[in-house]
């Protein structure tokens, strides 16, 4: 079965910082994998997904994200935060084969100081 | 933009009652899921339908949780009886089979007491 793992709980990054959130993943083959963005009292909205092909994934709101096979990660980056992304994050990893439910990671709440 | 569409948004009820919730999947979708967050779990899935088909519903205490698709514009999720420990935020989500990012919607919060 697959599994997410998101080692941080939370991050505190200034404003105009750039931002590195980290997911590794455990899965047998080439999974699907996707981030997640929900801020609160919301759902989740999606940020990116990885599925084949270039290995680094734009998102929206100038988001984006690297598969490295080798690591078994697929790190968010932004160049500089603003303000309102804070919010949770949420990495997930799919299964091939057909029934690629989500399997999501306990996420990273991110913290932007003024 | 389409949206997956949740009822009710809050719930608070007694322990035994039974709760019923709502999820109107976007048009088109033919992938329904149920999510529940908790503080002490995260997200957990809950079941899976695809062409209203339930795939998957090993994530649901079968005791008490049943979900359904009556229609393909309509996914519900009852627990009978409710328990305090069910309390959680339920999320639906939405998606077709060639596009493998999922629409969420905005979730019950249900509080059993």
């Known amino acids: 079965a697959q599994s997410v793992t998101q080692p941080d709980i939370h991050i505190t990054v200034s404003e105009g910082a750039s931002l590195e959130l980290r997911c590794n993943y455990s899965?047998?083959?080439?999974?699907?994998l996707f981030w997640y963005v929900q801020s609160p009292g919301q759902g989740l909205q999606l940020l990116l997904k990885?599925?084949?092909?270039?290995?680094l994934v734009q998102g929206i709101k100038g988001f984006e994200a690297e598969f490295k096979r080798s690591q078994s990660s697929f790190n968010l980056r932004k160049p500089s935060v603003h303000w309102s992304d804070a919010a949770e994050y949420f990495c997930?990893?799919?299964?091939?084969?057909?029934?690629?439910?989500?399997?999501f990671g306990r996420g990273t709440s991110l913290i932007v100081h003024p | 933009d389409a949206r997956v569409t949740q009822t009710p948004r809050d719930k608070v009820t007694e322990m035994g009652q039974e709760v019923t919730m709502r999820c109107q999947p976007i048009?088109?979708?033919?992938?329904v899921f149920w999510y529940r967050q908790t503080m002490m779990q995260g997200l957990e899935l809950l079941a899976y339908?695809?062409?209203?088909?339930?795939?998957?519903d090993s994530g649901m205490p079968k005791d008490r949780f049943s979900a359904e698709m009556p229609d393909a514009t309509l996914a519900t999720l009852k627990i009978q009886p409710s328990e305090p420990r069910d309390s959680a935020v339920y999320f639906c989500?939405?998606?077709?089979?060639?596009?493998?990012?999922?629409?969420f919607g905005s979730g019950t919060r249900l509080t059993v007491v």
């Open positions: 989500a939405s998606g077709r089979d060639a596009n493998y990012g999922y629409t």
């Open positions: 899965y047998g083959a080439t999974p699907y």
């Open positions: 990885y599925f084949s092909g270039d290995t």
């Open positions: 997930a990893v799919g299964a091939r084969g057909g029934s690629y439910i989500p399997t």
């Open positions: 048009l088109g979708h033919n992938t």
């Open positions: 339908f695809r062409n209203r088909a339930p795939l998957d």
